[in-house]
Nanobody
Framework: QVQLLESEGVVVQARGSLRLSCLASGSDSALTTMDWFPQAQGKQRVFVASITIGSEVATYAESVKGQFTIFIDKAKNLVSLQMNNLEPEGTAVYYC?????????????WGQGTQVTVSS
């Protein structure tokens, strides 16, 4: 059973930087990607960044290119999201996600989320 644990939520001032981390326990070679999805209050969860575990290829939403960086420490099963120049619109609960695929079996795993508040 895969479990994802995000780093604790924080409050950061506008135009500040923040690094979130997500630790995957119980992981195995069937995990394919690790991703981040923020969800602002009253809005849908949206994709911002993904990284493939094997080849470490990163993909970003257009809105965060050049602002966010995702990277992985495979030895520690730890994925991090570096966020720079944050604005109050970035206030959201940030969820870590991973996709496990083995043959025809596909399973999504989510962390509990961590609150990021960007103060103006």
């Amino acid at each position: 059973q895969v479990q994802l644990l995000e780093s604790e939520g924080v409050v950061v001032q506008a135009r500040g930087s923040l690094r979130l981390s997500c630790l995957a326990s119980g992981s195995d070679s069937a995990l394919t990607t690790m991703d981040w999805f923020p969800q602002a209050q009253g809005k849908q969860r949206v994709f911002v960044a993904s990284i493939t575990i094997g080849s470490e290829v990163a993909t970003y939403a257009e809105s965060v290119k050049g602002q966010f960086t995702i990277f992985i420490d495979k030895a520690k099963n730890l994925v991090s999201l570096q966020m720079n120049n944050l604005e109050p619109e970035g206030t959201a609960v940030y969820y870590c996600h991973t996709l496990r695929r083995r043959g025809s079996d596909r399973r999504d795993y989510w962390g509990q989320g961590t609150q990021v508040t960007v103060s103006s």
